[in-house]
């Protein structure tokens, strides 16, 4: 390399170090140009609405996932009710959909047979993916729920691939096998962080029923974009509303049969008397356990139309750390070296998963 340079006229050497600077200034002012006149082309409503998306994803969510852990560590014991806790504020999701077909100027879209049965199917299978994860925070500390949870994107992944043909790059493969390595390691790091009161029985069961609801839930995305792509077939936000209304209220219904077929309705009175701070403290953590997971599920919808998957994709690696960090400083969840280190991981196995995505959207979009 050396002799080479020697050999060269000093004007080529002056041309071949200034390019790469000139290059990278070139790459500079593009990304800067492209974003500034992607800023234009949208009024300033869209970037609010976006703004405060991303605050209910970031907010809301972990905030739901919080609410579940102080419902049973102050005395609540019901899976179902819980269960029932994460689709009852569907309402909330109707109320912003009915006014769009006004302001949108839109139609709702004509509800065939096979659309009803998709309809039915994606709430039963909510309905056991939310039951799946009340067992899972019975007997889990919050972070590391969160952080079991967060495997939820290698079986979406793994099921978008066999069901939608979805593509899997050598990155997106990377980040399966490292988010994979990271849920290993709370396994073996199990006897550090669980609770007195949770036998080893329990825990374990916690940490199948947190895999296999991550498991249902992957499978639950991609069935959704099935149905998204092969019976809707609009790309709009009153779409988008109208599959997460519809699934969210057979989700409502299948729960409610079995939280009455469980006779749980009736034993919440003894529960909210029982309760640490009493029944008021009770009602208000259903509550806001309702509100707060509704909130998240519409600020998410709202990522994904008005900016995109990757986007969303940032965002959830964003609100792991944030669930777990929470959790420690509020519910003073235990934070030994091995999690911390599953967080990294996990963190980077997200970043992995966010750049193969985002190649592959490059290489399938026209140039």
């Given at each position: 390399?050396?002799?080479?340079?020697?050999?060269?006229?000093?004007?080529?050497?002056?041309?071949?170090?200034?390019?790469?600077?000139?290059?990278?200034?070139?790459?500079?002012?593009?990304?800067?140009?492209?974003?500034?006149?992607?800023?234009?082309?949208?009024?300033?409503?869209?970037?609010?609405?976006?703004?405060?998306?991303?605050?209910?994803?970031?907010?809301?969510?972990?905030?739901?996932?919080?609410?579940?852990?102080?419902?049973?560590?102050?005395?609540?014991?019901?899976?179902?009710?819980?269960?029932?806790?994460?689709?009852?504020?569907?309402?909330?999701?109707?109320?912003?959909?009915?006014?769009?077909?006004?302001?949108?100027?839109?139609?709702?879209?004509?509800?065939?047979?096979?659309?009803?049965?998709?309809?039915?199917?994606?709430?039963?299978?909510?309905?056991?993916?939310?039951?799946?994860?009340?067992?899972?925070?019975?007997?889990?500390?919050?972070?590391?729920?969160?952080?079991?949870?967060?495997?939820?994107?290698?079986?979406?992944?793994?099921?978008?691939?066999?069901?939608?043909?979805?593509?899997?790059?050598?990155?997106?493969?990377?980040?399966?096998?490292?988010?994979?390595?990271?849920?290993?390691?709370?396994?073996?790091?199990?006897?550090?962080?669980?609770?007195?009161?949770?036998?080893?029985?329990?825990?374990?069961?916690?940490?199948?029923?947190?895999?296999?609801?991550?498991?249902?839930?992957?499978?639950?995305?991609?069935?959704?974009?099935?149905?998204?792509?092969?019976?809707?077939?609009?790309?709009?936000?009153?779409?988008?509303?109208?599959?997460?209304?519809?699934?969210?209220?057979?989700?409502?219904?299948?729960?409610?049969?079995?939280?009455?077929?469980?006779?749980?309705?009736?034993?919440?009175?003894?529960?909210?008397?029982?309760?640490?701070?009493?029944?008021?403290?009770?009602?208000?953590?259903?509550?806001?356990g309702a509100i707060t997971?509704?909130?998240?599920?519409?600020?998410?919808?709202?990522?994904?139309?008005?900016?995109?998957?990757?986007?969303?994709?940032?965002?959830?690696?964003?609100?792991?750390?944030?669930?777990?960090?929470?959790?420690?400083?509020?519910?003073?969840?235990?934070?030994?070296?091995?999690?911390?280190l599953s967080l990294l991981?996990?963190?980077?196995?997200?970043?992995?998963?966010?750049?193969?995505?985002?190649?592959?959207?490059?290489?399938?979009?026209?140039?």
């Open positions: 390399m050396i002799e080479t340079r020697l050999l060269q006229p000093e004007t080529t050497m002056e041309e071949g170090s200034s390019k790469p600077s000139n290059s990278l200034w070139d790459k500079i002012r593009n990304l800067k140009h492209i974003t500034m006149e992607g800023y234009k082309r949208k009024p300033i409503s869209h970037w609010i609405l976006l703004a405060l998306s991303i605050v209910a994803m970031l907010v809301a969510f972990p905030a739901s996932s919080l609410l579940t852990r102080v419902y049973y560590s102050n005395g609540g014991a019901s899976k179902w009710i819980i269960s029932w806790v994460a689709v009852a504020g569907w309402p909330l999701t109707a109320l912003i959909l009915f006014p769009s077909y006004f302001f949108l100027d839109s139609s709702p879209t004509p509800l065939t047979f096979k659309l009803l049965v998709s309809y039915i199917v994606l709430g039963f299978l909510s309905a056991a993916d939310n039951l799946m994860y009340a067992y899972a925070y019975a007997y889990l500390p919050a972070s590391t729920a969160a952080l079991l949870a967060s495997s939820s994107l290698v079986f979406s992944a793994l099921c978008g691939y066999f069901i939608v043909h979805n593509k899997l790059n050598a990155s997106m493969v990377n980040a399966i096998v490292i988010i994979t390595a990271a849920m290993a390691m709370i396994a073996l790091d199990s006897d550090s962080d669980r609770y007195d009161y949770v036998t080893d029985q329990q825990y374990t069961m916690g940490f199948i029923w947190d895999i296999l609801g991550s498991a249902l839930h992957g499978l639950i995305f991609a069935l959704s974009e099935l149905v998204f792509v092969k019976l809707m077939g609009r790309r709009s936000f009153h779409v988008v509303l109208e599959q997460q209304v519809m699934v969210s209220f057979f989700a409502f219904v299948f729960t409610t049969i079995g939280v009455i077929l469980n006779n749980d309705f009736e034993g919440m009175a003894s529960e909210a008397r029982s309760f640490k701070g009493g029944k008021s403290s009770y009602i208000l953590v259903l509550v806001w997971f509704q909130l998240g599920v519409l600020g998410g919808t709202a990522v994904l139309y008005l900016a995109s998957t990757v986007m969303a994709g940032v965002l959830n690696a964003i609100r792991v750390p944030i669930t777990a960090i929470a959790a420690v400083i509020l519910l003073h969840d235990p934070m030994s070296g091995f999690k911390i991981i996990t963190f980077w196995g997200f970043t992995s998963y966010i750049y193969g995505n985002s190649s592959a959207s490059s290489e399938d979009s026209p140039s």
